[in-house]
Each structure stands twice: as C-alpha cells, then as structure tokens.
C-alpha cells in the first residue's frame, strides 16, 4: 500500500501567487513569522503609549505645582515682621512648669493603651 506524500498538494498555479512566496520565505527566514511581527508591536506600542503617558504627567503637574515660600506658609501681604529679639524674650517669659497632661480622645477600635 502506498504512503502519503507528507506535502500537500497545490496546484501549479499556485506556485505563482503572493501566497506561495511568503510560505518559502517563511520557511527560509522564520525571523518573519516571529521576530518582526514582535518587534513591530514593541515599537508601535512605545508610539501608542507615549501620549497616554505624557497626559499622566501633565494631570500630575497640574495637581501638584510649585509653590513660593509665602504660600507654603499660608502667609499673605498681612503677614507680620519677625524680630528674633521679641520672639526670645515672648518664649522666655511663658510659665512652662505649669501644664496639665491631657489625653486624646482614641478612634473606635483604636487601643487607648490603659491596662
């Protein structure tokens, strides 16, 4: 009994077509069937996913902004002079010796730490 060709049959015709020559080349350069298809994913994603990424930062930017040093201090134009003269001596002068120790108030589920 004769055996099967392990080839499948095509038609002369066949041998002419664009289909014909990408599966030879396939079979010479399977460089196309993997590595390219790869890599062109690889870039065009990089292309792709550069605006998504640039409109990241640019929302982060506007929610975050650089801030002068009146403005971090919640200080305006009312803002009074400081003398480091007058802010000793106002130190100085407070009783410090005489405080009370008061207990904050502890969220549900939170250990006071009282045994």
Request: positive net charge.
């Amino acid at each position: 009994m004769p055996t099967f060709q392990s080839k499948k049959f095509r038609p002369a015709s066949y041998q002419n077509t664009w289909a014909a020559a990408y599966r030879r080349a396939l079979a010479r350069h399977p460089f196309l069937l993997f590595g390219l298809p790869f890599i062109s994913t690889m870039v065009a994603g990089s292309f792709l996913l550069t605006p998504a990424t640039a409109l990241r930062y640019e929302r982060h930017d506007r929610k975050v902004r650089q801030m002068t040093k009146e403005e971090e201090l919640g200080i305006g134009k009312d803002r009074r002079k400081v003398d480091i003269n007058e802010e000793y001596y106002r130190l100085a002068a407070k009783d410090l010796d005489d405080w009370e120790n008061k207990r904050v108030k502890r969220l549900k589920g939170e250990p006071d730490g009282v045994l």
